[in-house]
């Protein structure tokens, strides 16, 4: 590599936000004709940095340069210029507009969509993309959206490509084309860079991984040269296992039985179709699918937040008598006694308030408690201490609003409020998400000891790998329905990857 | 190679929390700027002595002790509307009704005291201005209110057309009760048997509204930051999904609060007829309701930092006045200056939140 000049050189790269230092003179180099994985927990700076490159924000200190010059990177439209094409994680597109549309949008010179639409289709065959230049955004499903936001950055002329967490939201097989359209972009001679966590993605695609921690730049070298262990070291700081524990279920009984659960959204758009299942005590029930097929609505239909058109959704109490929860809002199941625990997608704008402090935050399940027009305030900023330590939240005080603090704290705040109330059933959905790999294993420790204490556990998740480590059973949801429910242990990562894309995963195809 | 030039002198980035002394430090600095804009500005527009403009302004508002008392009445009647609207504004609820619904209260007030006085007792009448006034206040803040909870209207509007429809009213009642005759206004109302006049406490005509709205302002300040209802006003505003999300009734928490805030409005009114002004005008209320939006937000909806800015803006606009009949300038020129000077503080928030950082290293060679 020593032969080749850099497509990119970044030097002594330092960017601060107020009191946290992102980047940490970091240096990296990026070569064309090689996909570079920048890899680092959350929270490391590898989004930053990267932002830098693209024109969002503007270093602090440090140098960048093209191609050995160089440059000064003010706007994405000076990154645009030089040829660096920065694909987000939350897509920016306009969704009634269509895919030629939106890849034109903002560009200078004369609207020609025919012209525009050919010039898609050769960028697609070239690299292997499957777009409707006419389709409209509405129309597509995340993957489609993910690749016209590919074919925008390369329409104007990119050849630095750089996504960020581009697997997110992907299956797997969609994951495997999208892989390939990175592999023949590198093949051209572009320089690719993805942003990731997930160890298996640098092995797979990438021929050179560079790693950052804590804003630093710890060090790079070719992937075929490493190992999963060795990179993950490198990230954390120190070794870490890798095994996710998987007690057997003790004494499994019937917990919430759910029947023929149909839900509708307001625009009328069947979000569940007929679901069925049962939840056992003392069982982790993984729900896996693609992003938005009813994941979501599932969990707030049994915690009382989502109106249900048909079906039922029954708790079974420790005698074996029956209890509706459906029709019920969260104040009136916990009436009942039923103890139900909800770690919703949405942290800080549904699980917690953001600008309130832990203390507060912790009160918002118990600020009821107690006679009288005002709040008992010591019990919850207690609470609170009591999570700080118990789950090592980092943060200032209790008193610090908790959109201060990192993804993973947020998240230890949250489900540590929601297991504290002693809970018979727990609701998560993406409990690890953004988390970095201490934290997301605190996170499935703490979730195994509520089914060891024989909770019902429904865990929605979206990493297949981790789904198919810790759960007990997989049910697949396709669109809205059951695709199908298999045992975790010894279920393959393909066969509910296809369940997840088509009902019933390849029991058709046979 | 010519990129440096190129490098931006400057960005902006944002800062950390300041310690409390630091950002008041960056307020008093944004005022003492600000006086000196204004003081360029009047040497250079109509070559007054600005030291002489400012001590006209001061004299304004305590120069005599009545002056003082009637600063101290504008103060406690801003006070206590924009203390009413401050419980609606955590909710995020931009209740910009609060001229209106203090206006339904000062219709409300008014009428009992033409309508009952010879037929009631005093302090019966008294009690039914209290009871009506409050109440006019609070449906006219819950009928923009049940529609925001019920059918999700924008409450903003709402609650901003309302004000036309009381303005009308009053303009209308005037008319069917002025007094004397064919004078389309109301006058003073009871003039001899002062019926429905609230008692002079201690000698002092205005004492008792300050009174009354101080004791409003200890008790919101208990009600929003100690109280069930307070808390559950803080989580509606932050998120309603997370709001629902615990089981709190999000739509009931909205009309409850927007009564609370009607209610407190109509109690501005009834202090406005029942106390200071015994009669009844279309403007009555003195625009108070608008005024009350940007007391509450300079404050950050903060109960008692509002004592603060309510005292900066009626301090202001006195001084305003003052500066137009002394030195004979348009009263034009007194609001250039208050805008001056609510421009540098609101401006100073700016520079709390934020911070100009220099680029190392711009124009030199490398």
Known sequence: MDNKVAAVTMRNITKRFGPVLANDRVWLDIYRGEIL??????????????????????????????????????????????????????????DVLSAAENIVLGLPGKLDLKAAAQKIRAICD?????????????????????????????????????????????????????FAVLRNMRDDGKAVVIITHKMHEVEALSDRVAILRHGQFIGDMPTKNTNAQEMTNMMVGHAVTLNIDRPEPEDPRPRIEVKDLTVRDVEGTVKLDSV???????????????????????????????????????????????????????????????????????????????????????????????????????APYKLAREMVDFLEIATPSVETPVRRLSGGNVQKVLVGREISNAPTVLLTAYATRGLDINSSYLIYDTINTQKMRG?????????????????????????????GIVPGRGAKKRDVGLMMTKLGGNAHEQ | MNNKTRTPLFHVARRAALPWYKSWAIRGGAVLLALLVCGLITTLVTGEDPIAVYAAMWAGSFGTSRRIWVLLQNIAMLLCVSLAVTPAFRMRCWNLGGEGQALIGCLASAACMILLSGKLSNGLVILCMIVTSILAGAVWAGIPAFF?????????????????????????????????????????????????????????KYLLNILVVAVVCVAMHIYLNYSKHGYEIAVVGESERTARYV????????????????????????????????????????????????VAWLAKFNPVWMILTSLLLVFLSRGAGEIATNFGLNSSFGDILTGVILFFIIGSEFFINYQIKLTKGAGKEK
């Open chain 2, 148 to 204: 925001k909870a019920k059918y999700n209207t924008n409450e903003t509007l709402f609650t901003l057309m309302m004000n036309y429809v009381a303005t009308q009213l009053v303009a209308y009642f005037c008319v069917v009760w002025e007094n004397p005759k064919g004078s389309g206004q109301i006058g003073i109302i009871n003039p001899n048997s002062q019926i429905g006049w609230f008692p002079v406490i201690a000698g002092q």
């Open chain 1, 455 to 483: 909770v019902a556990v429904l865990y929605v998740g979206e990493d297949l790998d981790v789904l198919l480590e810790l759960a007990d059973r997989i049910l697949v949801l396709c669109g809205g329905k059951v695709s």
């Open chain 2, 247 to 294: 089981g709190i009734k999000v739509e009931r928490v909205i009309v409850r609060t927007m009564l609370l805030s009607g209610a407190l409005c109509g109690l501005a009114g009834l202090l406005l007829v029942g106390s200071t002004n015994h009669t009844l005008t279309p403007t009555l209320v003195e625009g108070r309701g608008f005024t009350a939006v940007m």
């Open chain 1, 37 to 94: 994985a920048l890899l680092g927990e959350n929270g490391s700076g590898k989004t930053t940095l990267m932002n830098m490159l693209s024109g969002i924000y503007f270093p602090d200190e440090g140098e960048i340069a093209i191609d050995g010059k160089p440059v000064v990177i003010r706007s994405p439209r000076d990154a645009f210029e030089l040829g660096i094409g920065m694909i987000h994680q939350h897509f920016k597109l306009v």
């Open chain 1, 126 to 178: 070239a690299y292997g993309f499957e777009v409707d230049p006419e389709q409209k955004i509405y129309d597509m499903s995340v993957s489609q959206k993910q690749t016209v936001e590919i074919v925008k950055v390369l329409y104007r002329g990119a050849d630095i490509l750089i996504l960020d967490e581009p697997t997110a939201v992907l299956t797997p097989q969609e994951t495997d084309k999208l």
């Open chain 1, 276 to 378: 069925s299942f049962t939840a056992y005590t003392g069982e982790i029930l993984g729900i896996a699918g693609i992003s938005g097929c009813g994941q979501k609505e599932l969990l707030e239909a049994i915690a009382g937040l989502q109106p249900v058109e048909a079906g039922s959704i029954s708790y079974i109490n420790d005698d074996g008598s029956r209890e509706e929860l459906l029709g019920k809002d969260p104040l009136a199941i916990k009436d009942m006694g039923v103890a139900l625990s909800f770690v919703p997608e949405d942290r800080l704008g549904m699980g917690l308030v953001g600008n309130m402090d832990l203390g507060k935050n912790m009160m918002l399940r118990s600020y009821r408690s107690g006679k009288g027009v005002f709040i008992n305030r010591r």
